[in-house]
């Protein structure tokens, strides 16, 4: 039995560790079974978290539908502006993810935004002034529990705190008629300002009868704002040599501030000049027939004509005046479509004579 027992030891040995372990495919097999089975139980457990997430979604989506239900009927002014606040933050979201977008697009493609097609450019012009006005209330909420104030100042400022996004209908409506009207005050300033202004021309009667005419309330032809157009260019009447006054009378025009350094205002006005000059030209690349009655109505909007109370049809015409216009002129002529945002809105509800 002794040497059974040799014999069988020096077998196992001579044929080595394969011999003393189960065979590959029963291994195999079980490594198989056992990878089945973590990945089955990985797969329950992803399953069963997504249903969890999707109950718990689930029924977020329905608290927060009846809370509204509730609100409208108990509350139904601050309902409303519940319902603008949420609908205006999905709308800013959706905005910075566009325009996200139109600047990655800008990186790859080597673009200028000048280049860019009309709709993305005014969407990086309005973004950049909507951010520029959201800054001041993000600096008053930087404080601890200085929130309250926010909510505070905002309900009872909105238009000068609140971007449009947060506007309701009804507000849209009041704020734009509100900045109109302080767009208008100014009318009046830039008209004289521009009479006085043509007195030290060589030749002041075309541009004095223009005003007279503008004043008298009728509203210009295009060919009388063309014949002007070499008084604008290199003269006293240039962007960069107008009056100080005169800036700031144009810059209320343009909706911007007038409280800075005569440099800086020349320099502000006759970049958002030049700006809307681009928007006209690809404005005029895309067609008018392709906006919509809301882009039409901004569109009339940014260049002078207050069109929230206006027929589609009437600011389809004064649009198609301005586009004429607009691209007719050269860089340098930029100060006289600064003044036609004046010359033709003032008296936009009459036909030219």
């Not at 005014?122 to 959201?134: I, N, P, Y």
């Not at 260049?303 to 649009?319: D, I, V």
């Amino acid at each position: 039995m002794a040497l059974s027992r040799v014999a069988a030891r020096g077998g196992l040995w001579r044929l080595g560790p394969a011999a003393l372990s189960p065979p590959r495919g029963r291994m195999q097999l079980q490594l198989a079974l056992g990878v089945s089975r973590s990945q089955g139980r990985s797969f329950s457990s992803r399953a069963a978290s997504r249903a969890l997430v999707a109950a718990v979604a689930a029924a977020a989506r329905r608290v927060s539908a009846s809370y509204e239900r509730f609100l409208q009927r108990s509350f139904p002014r601050f309902y409303l502006l519940y319902s603008t606040f949420k609908t205006g933050i999905q709308t800013l979201f959706l905005e910075a993810k566009e325009i996200r977008r139109i600047k990655s697009k800008m990186s790859q493609q080597r673009l200028s935004s000048q280049q860019l097609p009309y709709r993305e450019m005014e969407r990086l012009r309005q973004f950049r002034r909507d951010v520029l006005k959201a800054i001041p209330i993000g600096i008053i909420a930087i404080p601890p529990f200085a929130n309250f104030l926010v909510i505070v100042l905002m309900y009872f400022f909105p238009r000068q705190l609140l971007i449009r996004y947060f506007w309701t209908p009804k507000q849209q409506l009041e704020f734009l008629d509100a900045y109109d009207r302080i767009r208008r005050d100014s009318y009046g300033a830039v008209l004289r300002s521009l009479a006085l202004a043509a007195c030290s021309l060589p030749e002041p009667q075309p541009l004095q009868q223009l005003c007279a005419q503008v004043q008298g309330g009728a509203r210009p032809h295009l060919a009388q704002l063309l014949a002007v157009r070499n008084l604008f260019s290199g003269s006293l009447l240039a962007l960069n040599r107008l009056q100080v006054d005169h800036v700031r009378a144009l810059s209320r025009v343009l909706f911007l501030t007038p409280h800075l350094p005569a440099f800086f205002l020349r320099h502000r006005l006759r970049s958002h000049v030049l700006e809307i000059r681009h928007l006209d030209r690809a404005l005029l690349q895309l067609g008018l027939g392709q906006l919509s009655e809301e882009e039409l109505r901004a569109a009339c909007y940014l260049r002078g004509l207050n069109s929230t109370h206006l027929g589609q049809a009437e600011c389809r015409a004064w649009l198609e005046q301005w586009l004429r216009l607009s691209c007719e002129l050269q860089a340098s002529e930029a100060s006289l479509l600064a003044h036609s945002m004046v010359l033709l809105s003032l008296n936009s509800s009459r036909p030219p004579e």
